[in-house]
């Protein structure tokens, strides 16, 4: 089974500063997906990357897949109050089907400071 | 925008009892998943299903079974119930496309207290 390695576990970061979250897997990535999850709530779906190089962006968040599929980034500029929270990446196997479970991180918490 | 629908959002339930949760996908949806997720734990897949058919199956315990109606709802039943089933139980929800991978939406969790 696919296991995924997040960096770091927590980060307190002022705001308006910068930060990049990674995810990195032993095993090439298929379907790499990043979620933000508020304590005790359900997750919030940011971004879906799939082929090597890929890069998406929404709003002031930013992720991207490497070019060999194994490592993933997700960075936010200008951080706000509102980014706080647990940062998930998950991934599917590869089965080819897209009905596949995720295989999720241990999570980065994520505190905004004023 | 419609979002996935879970019910109970809370439910306790003594040991050895049953609990049934029921997950409404997005409209249009044809696919669903089932997550658990422990006390400070990352969700861990349980199962999935593909119009009403099972689709890939993670941790699932077998006192636990699901299915996948004609109108995409989607029951987790849970029996013998343990104290260590008390969770989060995520529903999620996706639009099946050829030959890519689906977004998965999440559902806003249901919280199961086994006493």
């Known amino acids: 089974s696919q296991e995924l390695e997040q960096s770091p576990q927590s980060l307190i970061v002022q705001e308006g500063k910068n930060l990049t979250i990674n995810c990195t897997s032993s095993k090439t990535l298929y379907g790499l997906y990043w979620y933000k999850q508020k304590y005790g709530e359900g997750l919030i779906f940011l971004m879906m990357l799939q082929k090597g190089g890929e890069e998406k962006s929404h709003e002031k968040i930013t992720a991207k897949l490497d070019e060999k599929k194994q490592q993933s980034s997700l960075h936010i500029t200008a951080s706000q109050p509102s980014h706080a929270g647990i940062y998930l990446c998950g991934a599917a196997s590869y089965s080819g089907g897209g009905a596949d479970g995720l295989t999720f991180g241990k999570g980065t918490h994520l505190i905004i400071q004023p | 925008a419609a979002g996935v629908i879970q019910s109970p959002r809370h439910l306790i339930k003594e040991k050895r009892e049953t609990a049934t949760l029921k997950c409404y996908p997005i409209p249009r949806h044809d696919t669903v998943y089932w997550y658990q997720q422990g006390p400070g734990q990352d969700p861990q897949f349980l199962i999935s299903?593909?119009?009403?058919?099972?689709?890939d199956k993670g941790s699932i315990p077998d006192r636990f079974s699901a299915q996948q109606f004609s109108d995409y709802h989607s029951e987790l039943n849970m029996s013998s119930l343990e104290l260590g089933d008390s969770a989060l139980y995520f529903c999620?929800?996706?639009?099946?496309?050829?030959?890519?991978?689906?977004?998965?939406?999440f559902g806003p969790g249901t919280r199961l207290t086994v006493l």
């Open positions: 999620a929800s996706s639009l099946e496309l050829a030959g890519v991978y689906n977004e998965q939406f």
């Open positions: 299903f593909y119009e009403k058919m099972q689709s």
